[in-house]
């Protein structure tokens, strides 16, 4: 069982920075593989990132790789969404997801997902 509360997101224009954080309830987050997507009205949930249980390995989605950077500190039970030149394109209700296991491209493989948090990019 884990519970994840999304927090970080806001208005801001295009060429900004913003940092996303997913905090997480309980002793043994490191157990969990953890994934950002995100959901724009009218379009479907779309992958963003994942990170492995340790960190060492993440994976990024084409639309965000060298803009975006996924972090972990299993220390204060968190992960974080580094998002940089952000463009009106990245506009969305951004999730993050957990599963035990190897991380995951796919929404079916989550087990635990947060509430979400909104961010809005104009030009």
């Known amino acids: 069982q884990v519970q994840l509360v999304e927090s970080g997101g806001g208005l801001v224009q295009a060429g900004d920075s913003l940092r996303l954080s997913c905090a997480a309830s309980?002793?043994?987050?490191?157990?969990?593989?953890v994934g950002w997507f995100r959901q724009a009205p009218g379009k479907e949930r779309e992958f963003v990132a994942r990170i492995s249980k340790g960190g060492e390995i993440t994976y990024y989605a084409d639309s965000v790789k060298g803009r975006f950077t996924i972090s972990r500190d299993n220390a204060r039970n968190t992960v974080y969404l580094q998002m940089n030149s952000l463009k009106p394109e990245d506009t969305a209700v951004y999730y993050c997801?957990?599963?035990?296991?190897?991380?995951?491209?796919?929404?079916?493989?989550?087990?635990?997902w947060g509430q979400g948090t909104q961010l809005t990019v104009s030009s």
């Open positions: 997801a957990a599963r035990r296991g190897i991380s995951s491209d796919y929404i079916p493989a989550y087990e635990y």
């Open positions: 309980g002793r043994t987050f490191s157990d969990y593989a």
